[in-house]
């Protein structure tokens, strides 16, 4: 059986500012290979979730690695 996991989505038009959060925890923000996502992990380095700077200038998709483990799932 497929495992639904609830996914916080928010846009913050003055700031231009896509966040999506898997989990709401305690964490940080580290950068990716692209300078224009950060992605939020725990102390453990488990992803929470990403954000995406100045999404309204996108003009193609993103192609972004997030480093995933099991302790952020």
Known sequence: MAKKQHVA???DREG???E???KQK???????SHDQVME???KD???LGFH?????R??????VELVVTDGGQ
């Open 58 to 63: 996108l003009t193609r998709p993103l192609d």
């Open 9 to 11: 989505v928010w846009y």
């Open 40 to 42: 939020k992990v725990d």
């Open 52 to 56: 995406v700077l100045k999404v309204s």
């Open 20 to 22: 999506v959060m898997f």
């Open 45 to 47: 380095g488990a992803i």
């Open 26 to 32: 305690e964490g940080y923000s580290r950068e990716t």
């Open 16 to 18: 231009d500012f896509l």
